[in-house]
C-alpha cells in the first residue's frame, strides 16, 4: 500500500526503464471479460456468471489496437483475470476461462489475439491480472493461492512474448496475507524487463483516485509500507463512461473531449501518465461513440501541441534562468505578435528531480515596468503543461526560483492553442 502523500527524495534515482515508461505517457485500458456479458452484475455482488454467456462474436482486438494508436495512445494494458476469476486465455489452473465458452468452440485465446495486435502495430503490452479471486477456494489459503497466483500468472508471462507492464490491482487484497517476495521473484524470472503497477515491489505508482486527476505537485519519489523509497512514478487511470466494463445502458455517460481534455491536463500535464479505459462491447469491438471520443481527444492533443511556436534552444540560460527577447521591438512585436497560452516545461530526470518551484514572466508590448509573472508552479518533473490566459510579449523568461541540485532542464515550448488575432 502507498503512504497517505508522496514525498520528495532528491537523491533518489530512476532506472532507464522507468524513463521510458513516462516516455509513453497515454495508454488504454481495456476492461473486458465475462462481466461484459452481465451488464447488471457488480464486483463481489456474489450473483453467478455462467461461462456460457461469453461469445464475443465480433471479437477484433486488431481494432482496439489501431484506435489506441490512431488517438496518440503508446500502450494497453487488458483485463486478462479481473476479480471475478474468469481469465481471458485457456488456462490449465482453472475452469472458469474462455475455454468453457461457446466461443470459437473453446478453442479461442483473447489473450493470444491482443497481444498478436500489440505486435502488429507496435505497441507496448500491458496485462491486468487482479490477486484477489472470488471463484478460488483457495484463496483462503494464502501458500495455496500464492502457488496458483505463480502458476497462473506464469502463463501469462511465459507464453505470449514480451510483457511491457504487469498491472497488479489492489482491490480486495485487504486483510490477505501474500509472499510478494517470492511472488516478485518469480514474476521478475519470468518477465525481467516488466514494468509492474502498485503492489508489492512495484515499478509505478497509482495516482491516487479513479477520476484521472494526478496530485500536486507530483514527486517521482514514494514510500511504500514495507518497502524502502524509491522512484515510482504516477499512473492515473479512469474511465470513458460511468463504468469499467460496458453497459449498453450508459452510452450517455460517455465523457466529452473538453471534460477529457481536462483529465489528460490533469495527469500527463502533471508529470503522470493517463490509462484511459474503453470498455469493448459484447461483439468484441470499441463502442462507436467512444471511439470516436478517442479519436477525437487524440486530434486535439496534436492539434494544441504538435507545433510550438518557440523551444529550449531560443532562450539564452544564465544561471537558473532561461530568456528570450524578441528582436524589432515594442512597435513591430505589437504589430506582428507572438501570441502564447500555454508553456510545456519537461526535466531530464537521468539524474533525478531537483526543481522545486519555478515561474515563467513576460514582458508584454508597451509595457515599461518590466516583468510580469503569469505563472507560477512547484514541480516540473516528467512534464509540466502550464495553461494562462493569452498573452503576446517582447520578453519572456522561466526563473527556477528552488531547487535541490543542478537544474537539467529538457524542454521549454511554448503554444498558442486559441489562434491568432482575428
Not at 159 to 171: F, M, P, S
Not at 313 to 325: I, K, L, P, S
Request: glycine content about 8%; charged content about 25%; proline content about 6%.
Amino acid at each position: 500500500m502507498l503512504a497517505q502523500e508522496c514525498a520528495y527524495f532528491p537523491t533518489l534515482m530512476p532506472r532507464a526503464d522507468q524513463l521510458a515508461f513516462q516516455e509513453w505517457e497515454f495508454g488504454l485500458f481495456l476492461h473486458f471479460g465475462i462481466r461484459t456479458f452481465y451488464e447488471d452484475h457488480a464486483d463481489w455482488d456474489g450473483q453467478p456468471m455462467p461461462p456460457e454467456a461469453f461469445n464475443p462474436s465480433e471479437l477484433d482486438c486488431k481494432q482496439w489496437v489501431r484506435l489506441a494508436k490512431e488517438a496518440g495512445a503508446k500502450y494497453l494494458v487488458l483485463t486478462a483475470k479481473h476479480h471475478d476469476g474468469f481469465v481471458l486465455w485457456p488456462s490449465r489452473y482453472t475452469d472458469y476461462s474462455v475455454a468453457s465458452t461457446p466461443w470459437k468452440q473453446g478453442q479461442g485465446d483473447v489473450v493470444r489475439e491482443f497481444t498478436d495486435a500489440c505486435a502488429a502495430y507496435e505497441m507496448k503490452v500491458g496485462l491486468y491480472y487482479s490477486p484477489f479471486d472470488v471463484d478460488m477456494p483457495k484463496y483462503d489459503d494464502p501458500t495455496q493461492y500464492d502457488d496458483y497466483f505463480i502458476n497462473q500468472i506464469g502463463e501469462l508471462l511465459t507464453n505470449y512474448g514480451e510483457v511491457n507492464i504487469i498491472w497488479l490491482d489492489g482491490a480486495g487484497c485487504v486483510g490477505h496475507q501474500w509472499d510478494w517476495p517470492r511472488i516478485f521473484a518469480a514474476i521478475r524470472r519470468m518477465q525481467p524487463s516488466a514494468l509492474v503497477f502498485h503492489i508489492g515491489d512495484a515499478d509505478f505508482r497509482w495516482g491516487g483516485n479513479e477520476g484521472g486527476v494526478g496530485p500536486y505537485p507530483n514527486w517521482n519519489t514514494a514510500e511504500y509500507e514495507g518497502y524502502p523509497a524509491r522512484w515510482l512514478p504516477a499512473e492515473c487511470d479512469t474511465l470513458m463512461r460511468k463504468s469499467w466494463f460496458y453497459s449498453s445502458k450508459e452510452e450517455h455517460t460517455v465523457r466529452g473531449l473538453d471534460e477529457l481534455l481536462g483529465v489528460y491536463y490533469y495527469s500527463v500535464g502533471r508529470g503522470c501518465n493517463l490509462l484511459l479505459n474503453i470498455g469493448p462491447d459484447q461483439r468484441g469491438l470499441l463502442p462507436e461513440k467512444d471511439s470516436q471520443r478517442l479519436l477525437q481527444l487524440g486530434a486535439e492533443i496534436r492539434r494544441r501541441f504538435s507545433q510550438p511556436r518557440m523551444q529550449l534552444d531560443a532562450f539564452t540560460r544564465e544561471g537558473d534562468v532561461w530568456e528570450h527577447v524578441r528582436p524589432g521591438g515594442q512597435w513591430q512585436n505589437m504589430e506582428h505578435p507572438l501570441l502564447i497560452d500555454h508553456a510545456v516545461l519537461m526535466e531530464d530526470l537521468a539524474q533525478g528531480e531537483t526543481i522545486r518551484r519555478f515561474a515563467i514572466d513576460v514582458v508584454p508590448p508597451f509595457w515599461n515596468a518590466g516583468y510580469v509573472t503569469i505563472y507560477e508552479g512547484r514541480n516540473i518533473g516528467h512534464k509540466a503543461i502550464c495553461r494562462f490566459p493569452q498573452v503576446a510579449f517582447e520578453k519572456i523568461r522561466l526563473r527556477v526560483l528552488e531547487a535541490d541540485g543542478p537544474v537539467r532542464l529538457r524542454a521549454f515550448d511554448l503554444f498558442n492553442t486559441v489562434g491568432e488575432r482575428e
